[in-house]
């Protein structure tokens, strides 16, 4: 979580980009002003961050090996030789980049590919792929990039092109709305080995006390910041719950 | 007389805080005059890595119910200017668990239980405060008579000073031996009634404020941002608000008065001990900066030393000292 440099009383919540030696990556996305600022921060700058909070995507050691938990609702076979599918959704992205670098620095060569989808071409900025060895596949919801529809309908039509059995051990990773991660869950859950999401909140202490980004799971309301923000998503998606999303 | 004493020559407290500026609250003893504020620190190791429990004086807990609370719908929070708009719905895994679960860990770990409890009728107030009894590592009960984001027992109802006594009685009743709180809701016109009412209940200190009372609305949903519409606000944007209710009880109560609302640094701290505060508690501004109870105990430490003073306490202004606000100033007459 960065904190931001002005009057903004809360850090904002950040998957990481990319990393190296004594530096990391965000993006950003300006929504508001507190998003505004920090992303007109130029490259370089400083900023007080908290150690990494909470549960990430599986690593990548583990994924290329297909070497995880079994799901409690298991649909397909273990994935000894997983197919790799990354979906971001705009900004979503960024988290798929940073497990995208971590299968490239592997001994062996994964099978994955990034989905990566916008509404329009302005919104699907492929440089921050730049330099992934997995395919990387763009959508637009107009046609103007890439696959035309969203990143959704790409990742079905990427399962369905590749038949059951690749399916059956193939692990889906998702970023992005939350109605996206919802809608890819209800498509593909039942015919995929494994589906993580990564859920988004408005967050405040980021440990699991002020319990302001809540969502409802397999174990009751859950703060996504320490139980999360990556779950299986039968997990958090599976689960009756009146409770509104933004 | 305040019940309330520097205790520097005295034998430090039982527990494992350092000894720093060390206060009584009722028959209580409290190592340093920094609390974690309810609903800011959980049950008192989550922040762990960032503030050994220890360091505090006392942990007031996430408010506890007797029967685990799920909480309201998303979303929860809203940032504002200087402030932080909540709606949690106090969600908490209930008395019982936080018994068996919570209170060992925080002990173990040394730490303070100060707990928050909230109910909705009285009996259930007596049943909770028999159950605390039963465990002596609870050093204190801070009633939570403030919360704006729940039905039954949320600030509405705590806006009657006899309600407020009745509920007090029934707790301190039950917890003779320990410190029991009452956390004032400021959302209403006069604060110092219900201050008197916590008095007469048997309260040993009240702790003000509880959060203020907002809304927020969704522009592009065109509806409020909350499912229960209010919210409660807390920050630095709350400062003011909580000063004066602080100074106002200060003067209208023989009891400690416990400060919270908006301390972003060493300086709000020193205000509310100026004000008449017995004991501070530090809530939001830990979500961002946890770093910040290191920087106010120092600058607290170093006030009060450079003044020649031994205790905080000793900052609080005397009775005149708001003399000339009752004087009749000069008019805003137009010109």
């Known amino acids: ?246 | 007389m305040s019940e309330l004493q520097s205790r520097r020559a005295a034998a430090p407290p039982s527990q494992g805080a350092p000894t720093e500026f060390p206060i009584r609250i009722g028959p209580a003893r409290f190592a340093n005059p920094y609390f974690a504020a309810s609903g800011c620190f959980g049950y008192g190791l989550e922040y762990a890595t960032y503030i050994a429990p220890t360091e505090l004086g006392a942990i007031v807990t996430k408010t506890i119910t007797l029967e685990p609370r799920a909480g309201n719908p998303m979303p929860r929070l809203q940032e504002t200017p200087a402030g932080l708009l909540n709606s949690i719905g106090l969600q908490n895994v209930g008395l019982e668990v936080y018994l068996r679960d919570k209170l060992p860990e925080l002990l173990a770990a040394g730490g303070v239980p100060f707990v928050s409890i909230a109910a909705a009728e009285l009996d259930e107030y007596d049943h909770m405060a028999a159950r605390l009894a039963e465990h002596p590592g609870v050093a204190a009960v801070e009633v939570n008579l403030g919360c704006p984001n729940v039905d039954a027992g949320g600030d509405r109802d705590a806006a009657e000073a006899r309600a407020v006594e009745r509920i007090t009685r029934a707790v301190k009743d039950r917890l003779p031996d320990r410190a029991v709180a009452v956390k004032l809701t400021p959302n209403v016109t006069d604060i110092t009634n219900l201050a008197r009412g916590a008095e007469q209940g048997g309260a040993d200190a009240v702790v003000a404020i509880n959060t203020v009372s907002g809304m927020d609305i969704d522009l592009q949903r065109g509806r409020p941002t909350f499912a229960r519409v209010r919210a409660g606000l807390s920050g630095p944007a709350i400062f003011p608000i909580a000063l004066l209710r602080v100074w106002e009880i200060a003067r209208a109560v023989d009891i400690p008065v416990v400060a919270v609302g908006g301390i972003a640094g060493p300086t709000e701290a020193l205000k509310f001990f100026m004000a008449g505060a017995a004991a501070v508690q530090l809530g939001t501004v830990l979500y961002s900066r946890p770093e910040l109870l290191a920087e106010v105990r120092q600058g607290v430490r170093d006030f009060v030393h450079e003044r020649g003073l031994s205790h905080p306490h000793e900052l609080r202004l005397g009775p005149d000292a708001g003399a000339r606000l009752d004087r009749p100033g000069p008019t805003c007459a137009p010109d």
Not at chain 1, 170 to 199: E, Q, Y
Not at chain 1, 200 to 217: L, Y
């Open chain 1, 1 to 246: 979580m960065l904190a931001h440099p002005s009057l903004h009383l809360l850090r904002r919540p950040m998957s990481i980009h990319d990393e190296g030696d004594g530096w990391r990556s965000f993006m950003v996305k300006p929504v508001g002003p507190a998003s505004r600022e920090l992303a007109g921060l130029r490259p370089g700058t400083q900023v007080d961050v908290t150690p990494p909070l909470g549960n990430g995507f599986p690593g990548a050691a583990d994924l290329a090996a297909g070497r995880l938990q079994p799901s409690a609702r298991p649909t397909g076979e273990r994935a000894a030789a997983p197919r790799l599918l990354l979906v971001g959704g705009g900004f979503g992205v960024a988290p798929l980049h940073f497990v995208a670098r971590r299968l490239d620095a592997l001994a062996a060569a994964s099978d994955y590919a990034i989905l990566y989808g916008g509404r329009t071409a302005r919104d699907v900025e492929l440089e921050v792929l730049d330099g992934v060895r997995g395919a990387v596949l763009p959508s637009t919801d107009d046609g103007t990039l890439g696959f035309h529809g969203t990143c959704v309908d790409l990742a079905i039509e990427q399962v369905r092109r590749h038949g059951p059995a690749v399916a059956a051990r193939t692990i889906v990773l998702a970023c992005g709305s939350h109605a996206m991660m919802a809608a890819l869950h209800a498509a593909l859950r039942a015919h995929v080995a494994h589906v993580f999401v990564s859920l988004e909140a408005v967050m405040a202490c980021g440990v699991g006390v002020c319990m302001g980004c809540v969502t409802p799971s397999v174990r009751g309301m859950v703060p996504i910041c320490t139980e999360g923000p990556v779950f299986r998503s039968e997990d958090v998606f599976d689960v009756a719950t009146e409770v509104q999303h933004v």
